[in-house]
């Protein structure tokens, strides 16, 4: 039981460092978006190709155009995130602990 719950600790801090930094990922995509970028540029190409998977479904929901321009799919991503993180990995980290205490 001791190897479960390691493991379970290690996956969540895993997970938790995976979706932070998916996170500043988007926050980085969000602010480029502000002074459009060259979009032939590796890096930006890079961060297109990381971030529009995600960030696809909420457009279809709330589309820019709507809004006056303004893409709120990030903020709406990165809740998730938030979501994600609070709740999904707080409760494997928790479940985690309680393994290892009944040892």
Do not use: C, Q
């Amino acid at each position: 039981m001791i190897l479960l719950g390691n493991f379970l600790n290690a996956f969540a801090k895993i997970l938790h460092i995976a979706l932070m930094v998916y996170m500043w990922i988007i926050i980085i995509r969000a602010v480029l978006s502000w002074v459009y970028p060259n979009p032939y540029h590796p890096l930006v190409r890079t961060l297109y190709y990381l971030t529009e998977p995600a960030l696809r479904p909420f457009r279809r929901i709330v589309p820019p155009y709507r809004l006056g321009g303004i893409d709120l799919s990030p903020i709406f991503v990165i809740l998730l995130i938030l979501f994600i993180d609070n709740f999904i990995v707080a409760s494997i980290r928790h479940y985690a602990l309680s393994i290892l205490k009944f040892k």
